[in-house]
């Protein structure tokens, strides 16, 4: 019960925080940290039971790019090119995914096939350049008309209001899976695929759900960065180094708990922003090479990442004291 | 008609070149993860490392090419070897995941370095190689260069694999790691040498792509991706098979290019890789199980 109450009252401060602090620069800073934190949340889904997969980059510049083209070119409200690019998204996962779990490919595998699939997300929004704007990126046009309609608003609070929601229905679907019969049946998988069958698990079937549940959300967050930040470029939502970011700051964070991602994008945004101001145009690069080397480091030393280490921590404290 | 056949042979011919440098990189990989059952996925950056190395030592120390050549080889041997010791060798218990992760981590600390160090400047040796008119066809030096020079790295890795004791235990370790210790070998050391030979791979490359392609910190990721899909497209391991995968790579990106834009050419080879990795998952040149 006191679990729960943490989270009601850790809720509620979150959603009343806009309507006493509203410093503009620290709301956008807050509505990224959210985005990104679903998207990360996402991503370990499937990365905790041994998914790993490199080809997030590429679900979440479908999301971003099927929205903002359906808008711009046909004029459909992101109401409805959300939910078409979240579908895309699914059906991409799908179709790379089901031969990949039908014929076994995992590990190594996997995660090589699903990076092929970044990299020809990556390539055909370069190479449409005359719909996509290539490599210089691309702007979903004001609306004109209803800002809803259009979901593009100027106040930030409407924005983290927003992106606060859907990064608790991210935990929400987390907690869900938490405590349905699939995570036994994938932690079942991760340790041994056989024994997995041989036990009644169908693995395919339970794969593919976690990978399209993870790439629908994924293209969601890369849709919403897009409607937030109104710009996107093939460097920033799709491609490689995105895939790559994700891994590595969900694995900071820790990818075995609900809000080890989360606190993985508060690390690495803040670190970002704290070396932006600190040394200015000085910091180009500085933020990556400090993301490369806590990630290596976090791999050797702590590869459940610091908040999955610290709930360990507190675990074996906590019985110390009852003995 | 007579104008289009020239140019589909020129992209032809141009595509075997491109292939023999990429089959050299897939070697390279190839050999790390047959022998240490890990993948660099920092390879490319290895060989980012080696062209600014190759920058440095041509441009601005002013050595001769012949002399660089070597050196760059070296220094990215030692940068294989440093890889292995501080990043992979405690990790060799651990997850493969967590290995490919880890390799994921020094491929921002590179790219990064090379930003922070280097630029984000485009910088190129200035060396301009005359261009070879065959018939109606314009060949590159510097591509016929790179590829007869790969053809030798490979040959040479060929026989250092076959002819000599370590090139043996190498193999032998690559077939099986656990008895290979209670042989003798001393797998730490192997490892090590592996690690340095793949990193010398890599340097080789770098002096090759050097001659035609401009420097900048993210250059790597223009060719790694593609040497990763070469890797396992001729399964992973398997030095026959990335062989063969680089130069069906080489020419689906030559010819797409050809009649399309270039980045065509690599949607067309990316895609084909996927249709291929359902056809036959373990390799272009596994045995049906």
């Not at chain 2, 020419?251 to 009649?259: A, M, Q, T």
Request: glycine share 12%.
């Amino acid at each position: 019960m006191n679990k729960q109450l943490a989270w009601g009252v850790g809720l509620v401060a979150l959603v009343a925080l806009p309507f006493v602090y509203r410093d503009p620069y620290h709301l956008h800073i807050l509505v990224l940290i959210l985005i990104w934190s679903f998207a990360y949340t996402s991503w370990s889904m499937m990365g905790r039971f041994g998914l790993v997969s490199l080809g997030h980059g590429g679900f979440m510049g479908v999301g971003a790019y099927v929205t903002a083209l359906l808008w711009n070119h046909l004029g459909v409200s992101p109401w409805i090119g959300i939910p078409a690019a979240m579908l895309c998204a699914g059906a991409l996962a799908l179709v790379v995914a089901y031969p990949c779990f039908r014929f076994r490919i995992t590990g190594h595998y996997f995660a090589l096939v699903t990076l092929a699939l970044s990299g020809i997300v990556l390539q055909i929004i370069i190479a449409t350049r005359d719909y996509t704007g290539g490599s210089l990126g691309y702007t979903p046009e004001r609306t004109k008309g209803s800002h809803i309609l259009a979901l593009q608003f100027d106040d930030k609070v409407v924005w983290y209001l927003i992106a606060l929601g859907v990064w608790a229905g991210g935990l929400a679907v987390w907690y869900w899976i938490d405590r349905s019969m699939s995570r036994y049946a994938m932690e079942a998988i991760s340790e041994d695929e056989d024994a997995a069958a041989a036990a009644g698990v169908n693995v395919t079937a339970e794969k593919l759900r976690i990978t399209v549940i993870s790439a629908v959300m994924t293209a969601m967050a890369g849709a919403l960065y897009g409607q937030y930040q109104m710009f996107i470029a093939p460097d920033t939502v799709s491609g490689i180094a995105v895939s790559l970011q994700m891994v590595f700051a969900a694995v900071v964070g820790g990818i075995y708990v609900a809000l080890g991602p989360t606190i993985g994008a508060i690390i690495t945004i803040m670190l970002a922003e704290v070396l932006r101001i600190g040394f200015g145009t000085k910091a180009v690069g500085w933020d990556n090479l400090v993301y490369g080397v806590l990630l290596v480091v976090f791999i050797i030393f702590l590869p459940k990442g610091i908040l999955g280490s610290l709930l360990d921590l507190l675990k074996s404290s906590g019985k110390r004291k009852n003995r | 008609m007579e104008i289009f056949d020239i140019y589909l042979l020129e992209a032809l011919v141009n595509g075997i070149l491109l292939g023999g440098v990429l089959a050299l990189l897939a070697l390279g990989l190839n050999l790390i993860f047959g022998v240490i059952d890990v993948t660099w996925i920092c390879y490319a950056e290895l060989v980012m490392i080696g062209m600014y190395g190759m920058y440095y030592l041509f441009s601005v120390y002013h050595l001769p090419y012949w002399v660089a050549a070597p050196l760059c080889i070296l220094l990215v041997a030692a940068l294989g070897a440093a890889l292995h010791f501080l990043v992979i060798s405690p990790l060799l218990g651990a997850p493969p995941i967590n290995q490919l992760l880890a390799t994921g981590g020094v491929l921002f600390v590179l790219q990064s370095f090379a930003t922070v160090a280097f630029g984000i400047d485009f910088r190129n040796l200035g060396i301009r190689l005359p261009v070879l008119a065959l018939g109606e066809m314009h060949f590159s030096y510097a591509r016929l260069l790179a590829f007869g020079a790969a053809l030798i790295g490979m040959v040479a890795v060929y026989l250092f694999m076959t002819r000599t004791y370590t090139g043996t235990a190498i193999r032998a370790i690559a077939q099986d790691r656990q008895i290979m210790a209670l042989m003798g070998v001393d797998t730490k050391k192997i490892y090590l040498v592996t690690s340095a030979l793949g990193g010398g791979l890599a340097g080789l490359a770098a002096c090759l792509l050097v001659l035609q392609y401009d420097v900048h910190p993210f250059v790597g990721l223009s060719f790694g991706p593609i040497t990763f899909l070469i890797c396992v497209l001729g399964g992973l391991g398997n030095f026959v098979g990335g062989f063969v995968a680089a130069f069906l790579f080489a020419e689906i990106i030559s010819l797409g290019g050809l009649f399309s834009d270039l980045e065509w050419g690599y949607v067309l080879a990316f895609a084909f890789f996927i249709v291929m990795m359902f056809i036959r998952p373990a390799g272009l040149l596994a045995k049906r199980s």
